[in-house]
């Protein structure tokens, strides 16, 4: 990108924080630009739930005396973020998109956002998400058709991103809610392995599946952003106390080898559409004999309904008092869910964390002939607006698993709205991951 010319909003958030470095650019006219960016298309889009437009400034004001100082940078100084409205903060409402928490506010905030300012970032305001970051969709629009849906749960991450309201965006995901509005919005969507970033002051659907991810207009970028945010945390159960995979710099390596692919012909794929199905055949035969087509072990199509059992147990569990004392502020898309929910029994639960177990094993061995699995992200284009946010089963396993994937724009539907093309590596092979996506996208652009 040639970035001299380019409007602020629209920079990379790697340009971004290089400018600022060197003086060629403040963070008040970068924040002013999203900003601004915001008021001229936000009426439509509807991505953001809370803005503070001076208390932004104020923390652009506050990273430009840091660097006139000469006072160290972080990686993200004066690059401003949006926050999925699950996400604490003590300086602004986190309402999870329910009525039932309208003006609730924090005392701290969630260990990622503690990251985020240690890193130099503006935390520019909080997006839309559905009903409890579930299934009930939000006002959000998709950028690219506001006719159509941009996704969820993590509706307003991705579509803020892809309207150039801000460079960098996080989302979490428990089935599908980064990868595919990631996919219908157009930008790149990233969820690290599970245990990477820590979830401390985010909302919890569920112990065992809920997932950290981010968006971005750039590959560099989305790895940029999950350095930022990933460490240990012992206050989350599922973060480990081990290294974490340098992002960054993977997505800048160069392949030693040609990577190999992997593409499963899974049971579910019959919902593909079919210029999502014409585009994916057209990857695979690009790619030659880089991809092996495997028959999909019949067990991994049970994993599906593995999930369903975990995520309603869970949410039930974690949240049941807030949803009986206040059950007729739930939307009528989560009471049969949790109506269903309620039904699961210990034995099915437990039952269903041991397959889960089990497959985390079958994927262990699995990549060890891999550099990644070929998967759609979606079913195809988004939705048409009010009918739904779009089918997660394309990303199901991969989350079950907690295995690092990513998405990457690269084809176009007959509408002419965006596809993404989902990559999956191994458990902390996360770096990994971005080497091979870097490789891909210089394969297939």
Not at 95 to 116: H, M, S
Request: proline share 6%; charged share 20%.
């Amino acid at each position: 990108m040639n970035s001299a010319n380019t409007a602020p909003n629209a920079l990379t958030a790697v340009e971004a924080a290089r400018k600022i470095r060197k003086g060629l650019l403040s963070s008040v006219d970068l924040v002013t630009a999203c900003l601004n960016q915001i008021d001229q298309t936000d009426g439509q889009i509807h991505a953001w739930a809370h803005i503070d437009r001076e208390q932004a400034l104020e923390q652009a004001r506050a990273a430009d005396v840091i660097r006139r100082a000469g006072r160290p940078v972080g990686p993200l100084h004066g690059v401003p973020v949006g926050l999925k409205d699950i996400i604490d903060t003590r300086d602004l409402p986190t309402e999870r998109g329910t009525p039932i928490f309208a003006g609730r506010q924090t005392d701290a905030d969630a260990a990622i956002v503690e990251r985020l300012r240690e890193a130099g970032a503006v935390i520019l305001g909080k997006t839309v998400t559905t009903e409890f970051a579930f299934m009930h969709p939000s006002e959000t629009r998709n950028p690219h058709n506001p006719e159509h849906s941009p996704g969820g749960s993590s509706s307003g991450s991705a579509a803020a991103v892809a309207a150039f309201h801000v460079p960098l965006a996080i989302g979490t995901q428990t089935n599908g809610s980064v990868i595919r509005p990631a996919s219908f919005c157009g930008t790149f969507g990233f969820k690290p392995t599970r245990g990477v970033v820590s979830r401390r002051g985010i909302l919890q659907t569920s112990q065992s599946l809920d997932q950290v991810g981010v968006f971005a207009r750039d590959l560099e970028d989305a790895a940029l952003l999950a350095d930022a945010i990933s460490l240990y945390d012992p206050a989350d159960p599922l973060s480990y106390a081990r290294p974490r995979p340098r992002m960054l710099d993977g997505s800048r390596a160069e392949a030693p080898v040609e990577p190999n692919f992997a593409w499963l012909d899974l049971p579910y794929h019959d919902r593909l559409t079919q210029d999502s199905s014409d585009g994916f055949a057209e990857v695979v035969d690009a790619l030659g004999g880089q991809v092996d087509r495997l028959p999909a072990d019949e067990n991994l199509s049970g994993l599906i309904k593995v999930q369903a059992t975990i995520h309603e147990y869970e949410i039930w569990q974690h949240l049941q008092h807030v949803f009986k004392d206040n059950w007729d502020q739930l939307s009528t898309s989560l009471q049969p869910t949790l109506e269903r929910a309620q039904k699961i029994s210990e034995e099915q639960y437990q039952d269903a964390l041991a397959v889960k177990k089990s497959a985390e094993s079958f994927f262990a061995d699995f990549f060890n002939d891999y550099d990644a699995i070929i998967a759609p992200s979606a079913a195809g284009e988004a939705p048409v607006f009010g009918n739904g946010t779009g089918d997660p089963v394309f990303c199901t396993i991969w989350t079950l698993c907690g295995l690092p994937s990513v998405t990457l724009p690269l084809l176009v539907g007959e509408k002419g709205l965006p596809i993404g093309v989902q990559l999956i590596a191994g458990t902390e092979e996360d770096d990994r991951l971005m080497r091979t996506a870097n490789w891909f996208l210089n394969k297939l652009q």
